[in-house]
């Protein structure tokens, strides 16, 4: 088992920085990102290898960073330049044992974790 939990969500106008964190109970193998807006679909922000191999959403390109603290258990997601479209839960995700498809991982579709935290709110507003 592993648990996660985010913190580090909040309200910020447009143009605005926010960083979230994420605390893993032990190390994984994959860890990211995703979010969900209100009637939309669960989208895959960012993800993070165990190695370091780093994936980004399409839409967040540029703009969001990911990275994880040397105990390889913290994960952090810093957002630069957030518009409204950004406005979301955030969720962190992990995979740990059992197998999962390569593609969805080079995807960041929602199939590749096993675990997902609660959640952590952001709001951007113009």
């Known amino acids: 088992q592993v648990q996660l939990v985010e913190s580090g969500g909040g309200s910020v106008q447009a143009g605005g920085s926010l960083r979230l964190s994420c605390v893993a109970s032990k190390i994984v193998a994959y860890m990211g990102w995703f979010r969900q807006a209100p009637g939309k679909e669960r989208e895959g922000v960012a993800g993070m290898s165990y190695d370091g191999l780093t994936k980004y959403g399409n839409s967040v390109k540029g703009r969001f960073t990911i990275s994880q603290d040397n105990d390889k258990t913290t994960l952090y997601l810093h957002m630069t330049s957030l518009n409204v479209e950004d406005t979301a839960m955030y969720y962190c995700?992990?995979?740990?044992?059992?197998?999962?498809?390569?593609?969805?991982?080079?995807?960041?579709?929602?199939?590749?974790?096993?675990?997902w935290g609660q959640g952590t709110q952001v709001t951007v507003s113009s």
């Open positions: 995700a992990a995979r740990s044992g059992g197998s999962m498809y390569s593609r969805d991982w080079e995807a960041l579709t929602d199939r590749w974790p096993n675990y």
